[in-house]
Nanobody, 124 residues
């Protein structure tokens, strides 16, 4: 059974930075893509960033391009989301998720494995 544990959320002022981490266990981490979703109150869950199994391919939703960076350390079974120049509209619960595929998928229904979520709050 895949287990995903996020850390690194918190409260930050607009313009600040946070780094989220997600430690995965339960299967061969390097064989699978990973994603960071976020869900703000009253909004649908959206894929903020994703990374392929090797790390060579990445995806970012338009609103975070140039500000967020997703990366992974396969030897440590960990995926990161570096968030810079944070804005109040980035406030959400951020979820680490793992599909059963090696390549990036944007449909959240394909992601069968989810972390518990970590709150990110950006004050203006």
């Amino acid at each position: 059974q895949v287990k995903l544990v996020e850390s690194g959320g918190g409260l930050v002022q607009a313009g600040g930075s946070l780094r989220l981490s997600c430690a995965a266990s339960g299967r061969t981490f390097s064989n699978y893509a990973m994603g960071w979703f976020r869900q703000a109150p009253g909004k649908e869950r959206e894929l903020a960033a994703a990374i392929s199994y090797s790390g060579r391919n990445t995806y970012y939703t338009d609103s975070v391009k140039g500000r967020f960076t997703i990366s992974r350390e396969n030897a440590k079974g960990t995926v990161y989301l570096q968030m810079n120049s944070l804005k109040p509209e980035d406030t959400a619960v951020y979820y680490c998720a793992a599909p059963d595929t090696a390549f990036i998928i944007s449909n959240p229904d394909v992601y069968k494995n989810w972390g518990q979520g970590t709150q990110v709050t950006v004050s203006s």
